[in-house]
């Protein structure tokens, strides 16, 4: 079993929509968790993290953490073409661990 | 700008040279972190260093691998006698240093190697 798993997509949606991104985790011990968003030839740049359960909203972001299921989600509301690119998900098992572990990635295009 | 830079952006080189790449952090970041990225694939951790001390090496980072932080500022990875499968995308990351338990990275450009 992966550490982290993403469907990599395509994930398809029309401008406007609710683009839903999700990723599950393996280990337990987890305790943080990011999105970031790549686009193709770039690096990697933080949108969102968290640490709780619950809901996470920043603008038309928001993260959900379930740690009971190892579940984490990304929603994009209003999505817009700008917002195509490759979502990765990274988890953190705290402590004195610092290092991310990445999923593969899901590939979201937004159509206009 | 005062995000992560790295230098230099892109490398070829051929097999069996030797390669250095350079990081600067964020600045006041006293965590440091290189990951390798091939296509397709999520960023692999290489290695961490809290100021000058390197905490954690990946069993990625063979012999051929060293890094370092000399002064707790810059780092260097170096890869020695590259081989193909040495190309990759090799990404440098900092966070800063405070209590959090969300240790946040943020992405340098990253360095593009290709060995023929």
């Known amino acids: 079993q992966k550490e982290v798993e993403q469907n990599s997509g395509p994930l398809s949606v029309p401008e406007g929509a609710i683009a839903s991104l999700n990723c599950t985790y393996s280990d337990r011990g987890s305790q943080s968790f990011f999105w970031y968003r790549q686009y193709s030839g770039k690096s990697p740049e933080l949108i969102m993290f968290i640490y709780s359960n619950g809901d996470k909203e920043d603008g038309r972001f928001t993260a959900q953490l379930n740690k009971a299921s190892q579940y984490v989600s990304l929603l994009i509301r209003d999505s817009q073409p700008s917002d195509s690119a490759t979502y990765l998900c990274?988890?953190?098992?705290?402590?004195?661990?610092?290092?991310?572990?990445f999923g593969k990635g899901t590939l979201l295009t937004v159509n206009p | 700008d005062t995000g992560v830079s790295q230098n230099p952006r892109h490398k070829i080189t051929k097999r069996g040279q030797n390669v250095t790449f350079r990081c600067d952090p964020i600045?006041?970041?006293?965590?440091l972190y290189w990951y390798r990225q091939t296509l397709g694939q999520g960023p692999e951790f290489l290695t961490y260093f809290q100021n000058e001390a390197q905490l954690e090496k990946s069993r990625l980072l063979s012999d051929r691998f060293s890094a370092e932080r000399p002064k707790g500022s810059f780092s260097t990875l170096e890869i020695q006698r590259t081989e193909q499968g040495d190309s990759a995308m090799y990404l440098c990351?900092?966070?800063?240093?405070?209590?959090?338990?969300?240790?946040?990275?943020?992405f340098g450009p990253g360095t593009r190697l290709t060995v023929t």
């Open positions: 990274a988890v953190n098992r705290g402590g004195s661990n610092y290092k991310l572990t």
């Open positions: 990351a900092s966070s800063p240093p405070r209590d959090s338990p969300a240790y946040e990275q943020y």
């Open positions: 600045s006041e970041h006293n965590r």
